[in-house]
């Protein structure tokens, strides 16, 4: 079993910035992309930015250019540091990790419980 533990989001000023964190634990052979999704209001979960092992990266539209994603595969964690805040990037943020198991070498898919990140002034 992997779990994923979110930490950075708030409550912050249109413009300004925040870095959330998602580390992984478990039973990991080998994790493969890593990403981070969001949900707003009435509307669905979205891809924000996802990152694989060889570190290509992909991002949405909405937020290229303000957000970059980023890894530490040593320690089975994600970044997303996010700058130049928006009131429509208002939602809970959800890491997503794609993987192999230890113990059964099998594939895993895990989410991160989310973290709210507000943007208002």
């Known amino acids: 079993q992997v779990q994923l533990v979110e930490s950075g989001g708030g409550l912050v000023q249109p413009g300004g910035s925040l870095r959330l964190s998602c580390a992984a634990s478990?039973?990991?052979?080998?994790?493969?992309?890593m990403g981070w999704y969001r949900q707003a209001p009435g509307k669905q979960r979205e891809l924000v930015a996802a990152i694989t092992t060889g570190l290509r990266t992909n991002y949405a539209d909405s937020v290229k250019g303000r957000f970059t994603i980023s890894r530490d595969s040593a320690k089975n964690t994600v970044y997303l540091q996010m700058n130049s805040l928006k009131p429509e990037d208002t939602a809970v943020y959800y890491c997503?990790?794609?993987?192999?198991?230890?113990?059964?070498?099998?594939?895993?898919?895990?989410w991160g419980p989310g973290t709210q990140v507000t943007v208002s002034s």
């Open positions: 997503n990790v794609d993987g192999i198991t230890a113990a059964t070498y099998s594939s895993f898919t895990s």
């Open positions: 478990g039973s990991i052979f080998r994790i493969n992309a």
